[in-house]
């Protein structure tokens, strides 16, 4: 393919929008998936996206459009073209927006996707300045018109106020019945221009996902933009300098299609021996060895928002463990994982999320693809510690790691939340903003109907459902983003938790003082549902900087379960509290 008959682009939409579906009725439409024969949603590869019915794993496809009504395998009629539609399907929620910027860098433009009865959303209005920031051409598609309740009128008004965007250039689709498919793919050929590399210069390409494949192992997804890959090739990454020998290379038309080369601007997949993700760095240059290139612009790192520890649970071991999230964030490299160990728990992983959704897909994928049972942490957001002697720690859970340093103060991580809104709910959501330490910084109207608010909040009240209660008190009209700022010394102290004089590290929480007791109560009372009653216990909440006792009590034995004190020590060891009672309890935090 020539350059110029070459587009790569996304799809963006806010959840549920129905970018999947559209996705597959364009592979049905070019003829690279046949109509019926394949699953529902075929790019909604894994178990947990069906079962969530979200998109987890960016996918990436290749296919034939021609200018025609017909079927588009036929590339060799000069008078019609073909064109190759490079198609990098993109997770929809907040918490993923990491990998959708990075799919996002490798296409010159993107499918923003508007449900006709649910208007722009929170994730539309983010995706929208993601792709602008990229400076790629926007193509507004209004879908589910088919729907009796769908208003594309209102959407397109939205459009127009909200992202200044040309009402003529929405296109009303139905993924459902397949309208407007045609008008979406000439507009892709029409409005998204060619990528413009240079096909003699030096090889050039950028690393924007990766894949961990049972027989291939890592499977790198590049788009190229100068020169040429061949299979066999010596390729070497901008990033670490390693060198590596491209054994096979190809395009996903819908699978593995293995070709000869990728040319400048294609889209494809390159295996070259690397064994875990670590080693494929999103964001890198791959060039070829021995040839001078400057390297690509790179991506911004993930940023781990959400921290929480696994502990092997219920017959899971901790190297079955290790294996599952080894194998596991080969395909999610924007987790991290750390070996941390608990006095109360044992071994186990500290892992860092985007979000808390993040994080449940990521344990519920744990159980699902590798049947591994884990008991998991209180999630945390990353802290930091000021000691006596000055000195700074970032951390994100409650350690003994600095157990000779005198802790003096708690700096907490903020966040700038941006937050559009029909303006009669602008009353609650300051109520709202308020009551979780918010500082107003920006109060104006965008439109006549529409308001925005701009907020200092500590990112501790975002985490856990800030996001549902203002979807709850603006009935879903609220759109909302955040952004990290600088972390701010804060009025918190660190709760510990003592169970029969022993330290239960994993109970261990950050809280405002004016909570301390609330909360301290309320993690006595958990502790008192979930443990072992085989004798008596005592519980103590004490707090860490200034050792005073903010709850305390003696829970004695159950008569008839009186067991020896090394069964007591296990189940201590075991102290498991389910996540809902850590979600309930981080609310009170
Ligand atoms: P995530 O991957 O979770 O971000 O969602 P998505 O945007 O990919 O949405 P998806 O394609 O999974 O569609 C969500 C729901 O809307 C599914 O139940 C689809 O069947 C339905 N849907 C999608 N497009 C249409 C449409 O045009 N009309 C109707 N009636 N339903 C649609």
Redesign the pocket.
Known sequence: FQLDKIRNFSIV?H????????ADRLLEFTGTIQRGLNQP?YL?KLQVERQR???VKAQTTSMIYKQSNQSHQNIDNQDNPAFLLNLIDT???VDFSYEVSRSLAACQGVLLVVDATQGIQAQTVANFYLASECNLAIIPVI??I??PTADPDNVKEQLASIFDLDLSEAIL????TGEGLEKVLEAIVERIPPPCGKTDSPLRMLLFDSFFHEYKKVICYVAVVDGVLRKGDRIVSAATGKGYEVSDVGIMHPEFKPTACLLTGQVGYVVCGMYSTQEARVGDTLYKRQSTIEPLPGFQPAKHMVFSGLYPADGTGMSELEHAIEKLTCNDPSVCVEIESSAALGRGFRCGFLGLLHMDVFHQRLQQEYGVHVHNTIPTVPYMFEFEDGSKVEMHMCTDRYKDKKLKAIWEPMVIAKIILPSEYVGPVITLCFEREGEQLQFSFITSKQALLRYRLPLREIVVDFYDVLKTITSGYAIFMYEEAEHQLSDLIKLDAFLNNQKVDVLATIVHKSRAQTVGDSMLEMLKKYINRSQDNSIQILEAITGRVVSTQRVPAAPLERKGVKKQLRQIRSVNIPREAFLERMKLS
């Open positions: 939409a959840i549920d929008h129905g970018k999947s579906t559209l949603q909604d019915g979200i998109t997770p929809g929620h879908n589910k088919d729907l689709t139905s993924a459902k």
